[in-house]
């Protein structure tokens, strides 16, 4: 018992030592050194491509909704759960998935409210992914098709041409990883920088 | 499409890792892999023991307990100081008692159930803590496992092996060396992995300005894969892209979490001398895998029924809670493979799963994770599983029945069974306790069938150490916290003892040979019924309460709760 015990607490140490600061301390070095920009969140000049962020008005495209999302200014339609507490947005305490259930009276009313918000800023058919909140509650991406239908809302907001917006897209859209892995998607925060571009440009 | 050359690009690597990462498992624990002996010497010489001096079971199963409990210990101890301690850049108070004491069990039984939001609960300190657990957890695992299979392999023996020793050999020669390497993958795709605290930046277009959660994140997630733990640093855990951030990283993570139960399984067939023996096991684990992943692929490409009655057509599937860059069936394949393999890892918000989706998840944990199941609890799990059906076999035939040379009586087959009973007799106990009281009914947030799932998928996630959630559940209350811990300590250590027992009963029996009557333990008859016992005993245990949950809310058509 007392052997078990004075080899259990060195056998601690030793693990917390190399499993616990130097794998930490390593891997944090050679990450520095390696890819520094992935290492520190991948951040531009307007916020880390990874972290959806929210997008108001017409004139820009809206990433996914989620609890801080465009629509958390209308105390009404306010997207019920995501209680679990999170930094994201700005505002602590409300960010993560709502975990509602298949059959959630919450989650049937919550969509219908999303989806009386994308008619009324002129999207006449929202696709689920618009309606719907994602895994992280700040998904940065939004699949092509999404963007494709805000193009209406967007053009007549900023009044570039569809055809102009379409191409856009086209070009912001990344396909499957190698070929094959995971779902084509837009990255809504570079696909606005280049929208900016371009209204810079028209304007 | 993509899918389909998804799973044939999986099958082929993880044939690979079979075949590689299982003979190279094997050559380190016969000491055969020497090339970091210039660590390991020092190390044994710090413990006062080595290589040639062997162990008991009892003394085995003795060190094994003791330093699993030094570790919950030590973890306690940190989580609640982590206020006075340092790298903690977000001045974050110490820990309560009641979340210390979950956290630590959870970290230590391999369970990384979580009933906190790391980014808001945690110091990097208590994060790196947590992470030494995520190797030391799988390691303790997989020398358990191995402690059996030397039962099998050994005869007339009453050694099993040393502790320390194989303890060491994991960490260093295994788990070390593959999270390290693909850690930095992690990190090459968009992982995040600093010291620096949180970072704020405003965005001149819309005005916003953010404040985002950062930490060492990317190494953790390597071993939290890896090791099939599952706990992350942030509260979204792999559906957070700081975590996950691309395909080819959920891709690595489905890899890592399935490559050493996959591999034990040569491991387990080159130690015993017949990697065909190995071969059987891994087709029972992949028919399960398979099936499991068909229900849960199927469902989730589906619908989700809120969203279809509130008139949204949808031609990707189940949406609610998935990420864009995943879409429906990686995050599907991701899921499984995290609840079929103890991980608990999640891509997605598994609670808004559909109704089936959500039961293939809760078929992996109750079927004893053995689909393939965690780092070395699978295997042994499974073992027992075969022992079980080995001795169904025997009284078909009307033989003593044999698994391996080892003839298979009445002590195995009780240890054999306590172990395959342990786990469903406390899932289903504890979720009637949480059911009958106030405080376990105050947990969860869906009403209706979906509320009792969460009740039940809570404590059978932590009763087969998966820590995976329907996380509408509110798990921080004193009553989850202190009943999930000792539903997670029965489902480790109450079977992990009686598999050492079983190993070291076994290593003292001696071989008989094989005859013509003898009942083929290596053919597909017996993949059969192996999987049929496995399928047989989950079903027949659980499917009442699945009834009341899954199965209840899949037939509630038309209506919302």
Known sequence: ?203 | MDFALTLLVLVVVLAFTWRYLGSYMAAVFGGRVRWLSWIERPVYRMLATGPEREQSWKRYAGALVVFSAVSILATYVVLRLQGHLPLNPQHLGDVGPALSFNTAVSFVTNTDWQNYAGEATLSYLSQITLTVQQFVSPAVGIVAALVLVRGFARHQASAVGNFWVDLTRCLLYVLLPIAFLTGIVFVAQGAVQTLAGPATIHDALNGVTQTIARGPIGFMEAIKELGTNGGGFLNANGAAPFENPTGLTNFLSVWLVLSIPVALTYTFGAMVGSVRHGVALLAVMAILFGSLLALTAAAEHQNNPAVAAAGVRSTVGNTVGKEVRFGDTASALYTVASTGTSTGSVNSAIDSYTPLGGLGLLAGMMLGEVSPGGAGTGLYTLLLFAVMAVFLGGLMIGRTPEYLGKKIQATEVKLAGLGVLIMPITVLVLTAVAVSTAAGRAGPLNHGPHGFSEILYALTSQGNNNGSAFAGLSGNTPFYNVVGAIDMLLGRFAIMVPVLALGGVLARKEHVSQTLGTFRTDDSMFVGLTTAVTVIVGGLTFFPALALGPVLEQLSHGSFF
Not at chain 1, 29 to 40: K, T
Not at chain 1, 47 to 76: C, E, K, V
Not at chain 1, 99 to 125: C, E, M, Q, Y
């Open chain 1, 1 to 203: 018992m007392w052997t078990h015990l004075r080899r259990s607490i060195a056998m601690a140490v030793i693990c917390f030592l190399v499993c616990g600061l130097l794998y930490a301390v390593a891997g944090t070095g050679a990450a520095q050194v390696l890819f520094a920009s992935q290492a520190n969140g991948s951040i531009g000049p307007n916020g880390s491509l990874l972290i959806g962020q929210n997008w108001t008005g017409r004139a820009w495209f809206h990433g996914r909704p989620d609890d801080m999302g465009p629509y958390a200014a209308n105390r009404a339609t306010h997207i019920s759960g995501g209680d679990n507490p999170l930094v994201a947005n700005g505002v602590p305490g409300a960010s993560g998935a709502t975990n509602l259930g298949p059959r959630s009276l919450a989650l049937l009313r919550d969509t219908r409210s999303l989806v009386i918000l994308w008619h009324r800023l002129g999207v006449a058919n929202p696709t689920p992914d618009l309606v719907t909140t994602s895994g992280s509650g700040y998904d940065p991406d939004i699949s092509p098709s999404d963007a494709l239908v805000q193009v209406p809302m967007v053009a007549k907001a900023t009044g570039i041409a569809p055809a102009r917006l379409r191409a856009l897209i086209a070009r912001q859209t990344h396909g499957p990883q190698w070929g094959f892995l995971g779902s084509p998607y837009v990255d809504v925060l570079t696909l606005n920088e280049a929208l900016a571009q371009l209204r810079g440009r028209s304007s």
